[in-house]
């Protein structure tokens, strides 16, 4: 319940602060897709389906609201995503992913930010594709898959956060967030997929060498709930450089050492947390490539896990129409807890797009997913689809 009082506060100080100013810039967006093609839609070891290609067909509708005042931000925007696959009623989805931020400027020194995430489907997939987004994720992610074992995620995270500007150079960093994971149609067996609860509190201090580099020195303390089995708790203290080699190349390093406990066990082991995040720009195209290592936190099955994942988007025009998006990820496992084995998975997406006019685009692309968690939830996932995209990033303008 904490979890959506969080949201709904996020959602109320919204609405608040959108009255507060006397002039505020609205901006409406819109989006619809129509995608058709084929697809396995997984290939389990415990189901497999009675042919190996379906087709299906999609509907992707999508509304994305903004509005900018003098000191303040705000950002709202729904997708809905409903599939039907020919000859298999029960692979017909109907999911949701829904999202809010707030951000206001106090002033020179203060800056807060409050968000809130809602996701309802079997994977982020389809999700990514449309939103164009992949490489590594703007967030925190569980990285299994529930499509796998039949079930779909329903997922809530609540965010607060500030940064204090001391003077020209330093500041102080504080971020508090929640996140609830429940599986529904879950008839796996117990243990395996458990409903659990993530929180995390983070705390540094940064310092600006100049207007374009910066190093920061933060304590992180994350703890998963996983109910029946208790709790297991992360701390790590990190320290990161933020570089900026020109206007169109970045990186992002840090690393540090970590501290993971297990209340139901009382057992205490140490790991280290790193990660490389490269961001480079040349003409219209942009490359984003990413390495992380977790030592103990959770992938959305039933224990801490050790995760190593990597990550690579690019986005370039092709020719003078044509442009197209690619991204792949993936990631090693090693759960902490002896009952479930070590998994990993890849993940792959292609999409080139043509711009029939100004709003309306044509896109073809296919997508290929290989998860190994040992059986029953080893998956093999393939697409391959056209669509017919609109899109309207600026529907509406009005300044009130």
Known sequence: MVYFR???????????????????????????????????????????????????????PAVDVRATGSTTQINLYYMALAERYGGEQSLNTLSHSARAGFTASLGRALKLRFGGSFLNAPD???????????????????VFQPSSARSTRRTFRGTVAAE???????????????????????????????DQTRSELTAGYGYRLNPYDSVDV??????????RFGTGTTQAAVVGLTRSFSPYLQMRVEGGPAFISFDQTGETTYGYVASVEV???????RLTASYYHSPGDSSGLSSLSELH?????????????????AS??????????????????????????YP????FFLTWGGSYRRNSYGNPLDQEFKRVYMSVRFRAPELWRAEL
């Open 279 to 285: 961001r480079r720009t040349i003409r219209s195209s």
């Open 328 to 353: 792949a990820a993936g990631f090693i496992g090693r759960s902490e807890a002896s009952s479930l084995n070590d998994y990993h998975g890849i993940y792959g997406s292609l999409d080139l797009s």
């Open 309 to 325: 994942t990597v990550g690579l988007s690019i986005f370039s025009p092709l020719g003078s129409k044509f442009s197209v998006a």
């Open 356 to 359: 029939v006019s100004r709003y």
């Open 218 to 227: 933060q304590y992180g303390f994350i703890q998963n709930d996983y109910r």
């Open 6 to 60: 969080l949201l709904a506060f996020c959602l109320l100080l919204t609405a608040a602060a959108a009255t507060a100013e006397a002039q505020r810039r609205f901006i409406v967006g819109n989006s619809y897709d129509f995608a058709f093609g084929g697809t396995n839609q997984g290939t389990f070891s415990s189901a497999v389906l009675e042919r190996d290609i379906v087709p299906f067909y999609g509907f992707y």
């Open 124 to 142: 982020y997939t389809t999700v990514d594709v449309l939103q164009g987004s992949g490489g590594a994720p703007d967030s925190f992610r569980f």
């Open 164 to 194: 204090i500007n001391m003077n020209y150079r330093s500041y102080i960093i504080a971020e508090a967030s929640a996140m609830s994971l429940r599986y529904l149609n879950n008839d796996q067996p117990l243990g395996l997929l458990l």
